[in-house]
């Protein structure tokens, strides 16, 4: 079964420092997301990216936020100088067809648990 | 702006019962998804549901799709502890941005 591969899994960081988490999509998938959950709460929708743009984002996707795919294979999310709020678990999605189910299915990576002091 | 509720938030129950967890949302959508979620873990798609009136069935899971009504259902068939986990819908609004419900953290009872 294909996988969606987020590294690192956890990641503890000083406040104003900078992020990068990165995430290796699905091979054939061609929309990729970006969901954060914060401890206990609902998974939020951050950030869309299609055809190497965003396609959509939230507002709580502000210009501390940037995503890219550097090598067409990695898809990262950086966070400039994190804030303690921005403790949460950071997960990477890829949609694409699914034979087995018969449709467009968005699988989740195991996600990155990032923790700021 | 899509909104996406879920109710019950919090569901105790005894293995054997059977139950309904609720998922309502505010704009018109035609795909919704849920998952599961185990503490501390990712989100496993449980089911995908694409128009409306469709059915899915899984062991004792059973997903429906009203568009009409905009409630999608999830119905959990004589509960056993290995259920136990937090369900999510997840609503597809339209323009590659999927919401997610409020989850239902369902605990079985032995």
Known sequence: EPEVTQTPSHQVTQMGQEVILRCVPISNHLYFYWYRQILGQKVEFLVSFYNNEISEKSEIFDDQFSVERPDGSNFTLKIRSTKLEDSAMYFCASQGWSWGTGANVLTFGAGSRLTVL | ?110
């Open chain 2, 1 to 110: 702006e899509l909104k996406v509720e879920q109710n019950p938030l919090f569901l105790s129950m005894q293995e054997g019962k059977n139950y309904t967890i609720y998922c309502n949302y505010s704009t018109t959508s035609d795909r919704l998804y849920w998952y599961r979620q185990d503490p501390g873990k990712s989100l496993e798609s449980l089911f995908v549901l694409l128009s409306n009136g469709a059915v899915k069935q899984e062991g004792r899971l059973m997903a429906s799709l009203d568009t009409k009504a905009r409630l999608s259902t999830l119905h959990i068939t004589a509960a056993v502890h290995d259920l136990s986990a937090t369900y999510f819908c997840a609503v597809d609004g339209g323009t590659y941005k999927y919401i997610f419900g409020t989850g239902t953290r369902l605990k079985v009872l032995a």
